[in-house]
């Protein structure tokens, strides 16, 4: 199973949609970030301040990037989302995710 | 915020009640373990095979131990569960928990 060593992580969860997307964060000794997260079954829309990397661990899911088609990931697969941009999701199944945040455009 | 630093934390997320409570396993450099974890509004049942610390710093639920009456904690608070013992819960808002383990009996 793969980890993270020498993190921090902080102890309050954030919370999204009561409770239906939650993720910890967890910050690196290099100071970069990422959320380990959880979706259940239902549809979200989010915006980006900075471009993200979602990094599928589990789970069945759409997805929508701003002008392009849903494409769906199975169980495991990456997408990126550029900054300041929205982006929908259609979750199918409960989702275990690794965002990365990335602060070039 | 309180938080957890030089920790590991397992990537993949423990997954129980169909994503209704999910968590994420952090160990720490003595080895000792705790898991962060979100339980959504709904009855449930655990056991344990360690004795735990179930510290609540979010939402409201009420807890009963074998043999005791129903307690409630509201937003923070936390109760000892000895160990190979059950325990149920009734969740009634989005709780963020921290649960830690004890080898002692």
Redesign the interface.
């Known amino acids: 199973?793969?980890?993270?060593?020498?993190?921090?992580?902080?102890?309050?969860?954030n919370?999204y949609f009561?409770?239906?997307v939650?993720s910890?964060t967890?910050v690196f000794q290099d100071g970069t970030r990422k959320t380990?997260g959880?979706m259940?079954p239902g549809e979200y829309e989010f915006s980006t301040s900075q471009k993200e990397e979602m990094d599928i661990?589990?789970g069945v899911l759409e997805y929508k990037l701003q002008g392009q088609e849903w494409k769906t990931i199975e169980n495991s697969g990456v997408f990126y989302v550029p900054a300041n941009e929205s982006f929908s999701l259609k979750v199918h199944s409960?989702v275990?995710y690794?965002c990365s945040y990335f602060s070039e455009e």
């Open positions: 199973m793969a980890e993270f060593t020498n993190v921090t992580i902080s102890t309050k969860a919370i009561e409770g239906k939650t910890r967890v380990l959880i259940l661990q589990a409960v275990d690794c």
